[in-house]
């Protein structure tokens, strides 16, 4: 390029979670294919440096899909990025297969992502907030339109502008609360459970309660139970009680490959089959090891005639005031019409979370990609938005295309077959625009 002539990556990632890093992997393998044509990358991620639900890394947690689902390997299964590659690298492998299990730790896993990220410090800039996209001001349909991304630098040092002829965007999910509660430094989300916890002097923690019917309530809730002897826990579930994840082989196909084109072609009826049998794969449900772990602790105490742990069922927030270090916590039961007031230390709220929406990021560019009849954005099968002139730059969404793609829009079950397929759609792009280059 000659000199004035500006640097235009073939894609820019926004977000280094473990979706883009996943990407990462997809590009540097494809370039190492197609040596005389790179795809060239750059991504930014606003946190300080790499890290993933760090806040839930509670001691033994184990992860909820196997390690064959890692970033690589259902993509390609010789990929140097794979789990097993990883505990060859760290002399684990013979250990691990000893263990007879398919799922690691959490700790171990985020040991690996962090192992594949250290392949790609020189991609990604941390502290980077990307805060809008938008097409140059002379932009006309083509080839050779790219978009102008605006990327702040939390450290202070201002914004600059970074060109790209794609992006993807995958800032993750966005933490829920109960309608009308806010988070404090008493009343926390799941999603800040370890930093906010170590805050604390636990001898203070006398009362504490976690809200939520899923896995990180029911861990949360056994963690404090164990950690906090002198405490009483109040564990605040919607339901009757935790219901199992299924895990059984025949419910689990819903996240293979295959499966994201039986929803993705299928008609509303289809889809509304998927969700309606097999949400109780993902949410709102709980490990069966952990649900029996909890009643074990339950049972043992009604031996002892000891009660710290409590239940309180079909109950729901309905109001939180501070007093304070003193939070009053309002429950609703679902049986009858009677309430309640809880006094706690802390309140954690394992509430799940809400979908991505690019909405706001593309800003003006959103009147350029089409809606549904219910006004979600429409998605082609590549992830990448589908878009009208004068918008002919590809979007790609890592997230938020639940509504699209099904079950694993979001999730690490299809992680390495999705980034695969957003990184050949790409090169193919980029192979009808420059003759060559696939």
């Known amino acids: 390029m000659g000199t004035g002539t500006p640097v235009i990556h073939d894609v820019v990632g926004i977000g280094f979670g473990p979706s883009n890093l996943s990407l990462a992997t997809a590009l540097e393998e494809h370039s190492a294919n197609v040596p005389e044509h790179p795809l060239t990358a750059a991504f930014f991620e606003r946190q300080p440096s790499f890290g993933w639900h760090r806040n839930m890394l509670l001691p033994s947690t184990t992860m909820q899909v196997s390690f064959l689902k890692d970033l690589a390997t259902f993509r390609n299964p010789s990929s140097r990025f794979s789990f097993v590659s990883y505990l060859h690298a760290s002399d684990r492998l013979a250990n691990f297969a000893n263990t007879h299990t398919f799922f690691p ?24 907030e990307v805060t809008g996209i938008a097409l140059p001001p002379d932009a006309t349909p083509g080839p050779d339109q790219y978009l102008q991304i605006e990327v702040r630098d939390r450290g202070g040092s201002g914004t600059r502008l970074v060109n790209a002829r794609n992006v993807t965007v995958s800032t993750g999910l966005v933490p829920h609360m109960p309608v009308g509660v806010d988070s404090d430094d008493r009343v926390w989300h799941s999603s800040e459970f370890l930093d906010r916890f170590r805050q604390m002097d636990p001898h203070a923690l006398k009362r504490v309660a976690v809200v939520g019917a899923g896995q990180s309530a029911a861990e949360i809730a056994r963690f404090l139970y164990d950690s906090l002897h002198h405490a009483q826990v109040f564990a605040i579930v919607p339901s009757y ?39 109780n794969t993902n949410y709102s449900v709980v490990d069966d090891d952990v649900i029996r772990d909890l009643h074990r602790r339950v049972y ?26 003193e939070t009053r916590v309002s429950l609703e039961s679902l049986l009858d019409t ?45 992830y990448r938005l589908v878009t009208v002139p004068p918008l002919s730059c590809g979007i790609y969404l890592q997230g938020g295309t639940e509504h699209t793609h099904g079950l694993t829009s979001s999730l690490l079950s299809n992680i390495a077959v999705r980034s695969g397929e957003i990184a050949d759609s790409i090169a193919q792009r980029r192979a009808v625009d420059e003759p060559g280059a696939a």
């Open 105 to 128: 730790t959490r700790q171990e896993f985020h040991q690996y992502l962090e192992w594949v990220e250290a392949n790609f410090t020189d991609h990604v800039s941390y502290n980077s």
């Open 300 to 325: 043992d105490e009604d031996v002892s005639g000891s009660r710290r742990m409590h239940f309180l069922n079909l109950s729901r927030v309905s109001d939180v005031k501070r007093a304070g270090n």
């Open 338 to 382: 009677d309430s309640q007031d809880l006094d706690v230390d802390i309140l954690v709220c394992a509430t799940g979370y809400d979908s991505m929406d690019p909405s706001g990021l593309l800003g003006d560019l959103d009147r350029y990609c089409l809606r549904d009849t219910s006004g979600r954005h429409q998605v082609g099968r590549d």
């Open 241 to 279: 009680g935790y219901s199992i994840a299924d895990s059984t082989p025949f419910a689990n196909k819903v996240f293979d490959p295959d499966a994201v084109d039986d929803y993705y072609f299928g008609t509303n009826r289809t889809r509304d089959a998927f969700w309606q049998y097999h949400k």
